[in-house]
């Protein structure tokens, strides 16, 4: 041991003096040389601009293949999966002390061909005219950055948090409370597949005017989103929001803007014995809807007032896998858009259940089915300026079916999800005042095929 110790001894003396390892080979003094290369490095790439507040870039893509057939056509389209859209953002925080805290988050959306916004193009009207959705056809659909979040916040660990600025209201995601593992393509927001796309009779092809809040702009017609208004939670705006801290698993939410919106939500989440649970319930008022696509209101210039009422629940047996997600709602509007009209008040049901495995070392399986029914969606005619007495009242339904394959390794997820969506007897408006009524038979079918990557 000795004799290794003093051979070590010698090769080190002997490289010094040959300078084999001097300083001078790294460019004279090594640490200002190395400090100039950090210099350099920051100069050329980008940093926070200070190192008092954490810096986290996030985000994800979900692209997808989506087949649609509306019974008259059908085609394929590449989209922007709008059940989880693709979204890059930062966020970050600072301890003011080992009470008090505060934060920021910055988000943005990269929209193109949104799934909620493309149609079928060209859709021949009653008369024997074309009519074109001018929001987006095809795979050109709603293109470019959209900001989704810009706020600050103040946290305290006692006293709870503090936001501000554009963000998501008490009710956003509310009726979306869901354990399956499936939300890249699955929730009870069913819309977000086909929003944009003509209503059009199933038989005929010719374009069915419903009367509802949603309208393509420039184009006298009716979308699909006019009869599958989703699920009624709440959605993003320019806010102040209060967060309770968590108490027994609850979590009570407050926002407040937009020219005196306002909701409440009450969120749930925990385990009992070996189901786990999340649940939610909230109250909305004002005018923020939870959509991308409405651009004009029947006779008026602006969203008319509506309350809401919405929750959902969902609990995952751990041992077995079994899940089952329900939520439900309603909605009332308060304010009329044209003197004799009256919005009538929609709800819906929505439910999901499966089995989520980890029948694989990739990661998670889950296999789904999922159903969904709205009713009372229209309009009543009253009053001596209408030229019918009547309600109009209409139902709508969807149904699908689904597999989610997680990629642990990848932060990824594989789907492929199908949708029939239905409705009966929808009352076409075009002759309104010109003779009697028509009713019409929608369908559609959407299957979808993607993958999303976190990052």
């Known amino acids: 041991m000795r004799s290794g110790l003093y051979t070590a001894l010698f090769l080190s003396s002997a490289i010094l003096a040959s300078g084999g390892a001097s300083a001078a080979d790294l460019g004279g003094d090594c640490c200002a040389d190395l400090e100039e290369r950090v210099a350099e490095l920051e100069a050329t790439t980008a940093r926070k601009g200070n190192r008092k507040v954490s810096l986290t870039v996030y985000g994800q893509v979900n692209q997808a293949v989506m087949f649609w057939d509306d019974s008259t056509e ?3 389209y590449v989209v922007n999966n709008k059940a989880s859209t693709s979204h890059f953002g930062f966020e970050g925080s600072a301890a003011i002390n080992s009470e008090w805290s505060a934060g920021f988050r910055l988000e943005i959306e990269t929209a193109s061909a949104n799934s909620d916004f493309v149609d079928q193009g060209f859709v021949p009207a009653a008369p024997g005219g074309l009519l074109r959705n001018q929001i987006g056809v095809g795979d050109e659909g709603r293109t470019g950055l959209f900001l989704r979040h810009a706020q600050w916040y103040l ?3 006692r006293l709870g948090r503090l936001t501000v600025g554009q ?3 008490a009710t956003d995601n509310i009726a979306e409370m869901d354990l399956s593992r499936t939300s890249v393509v699955s929730l009870s927001s069913v819309e977000t597949a086909n929003e944009g796309f003509f209503l059009r009779d199933k038989d005929t092809g010719l374009l069915v005017q419903f009367p509802g809040i949603f309208a393509a702009a420039g184009a006298n017609t ?3 989103g006019d009869l599958f208004r989703g699920n009624l939670d709440g959605g993003r705006g320019n806010l102040v929001r209060y967060d309770t801290p968590v108490i027994a698993g609850f979590i009570l939410s407050t926002a407040w803007g937009e020219d005196d919106d306002w909701d409440i939500g009450l969120r749930y989440g925990g385990d009992i014995g070996d189901i786990s649970i999340r649940a939610g319930i909230g109250y909305h008022t004002g005018k923020i809807l939870d959509t991308d696509n409405v651009t004009s209101v029947v006779g008026a210039n602006s969203i008319p007032d509506h309350e809401e009422v919405v929750g959902s629940i969902s609990a995952l047996h751990k041992p077995t896998g079994l899940f089952v997600t329900v939520a439900g709602g309603g909605r009332n509007w308060i304010d009329s858009p044209v003197s004799g009209l009256e919005l009538l008040g929609e709800k819906y049901f929505y439910v999901k259940s499966g089995l989520l495995r980890r029948w694989f070392t990739l990661g998670d399986t889950a296999i789904y089915g999922e159903y969904y029914k709205i009713w009372d969606v229209g309009l009543e ?6 030229v019918f007495n009547e309600r109009f009242d209409e139902e709508a339904y ?3 079916f689904g597999v989610v394959q997680h990629v642990d390794a990848a932060a990824m997820e594989l789907y492929l999800a199908y949708k029939h969506y239905g409705a009966n007897d929808i009352t ?3 002759s309104l005042g010109g003779g009697a009524l028509t009713d019409h038979d ?3 079918d959407i299957v979808m095929g993607g993958a999303r990557i976190k990052f």
Not at 381 to 386: D, H, K, T
């Open 74 to 76: 059908n085609n394929i």
């Open 155 to 157: 946290s305290s660990k």
């Open 167 to 169: 963000q998501s209201n």
């Open 222 to 224: 009716s979308l699909m």
């Open 381 to 386: 005619f009253a009053g001596p300026a209408s």
């Open 398 to 400: 969807a149904f699908g």
């Open 428 to 430: 076409d408006f075009s």
């Open 442 to 444: 929608i369908q559609m």
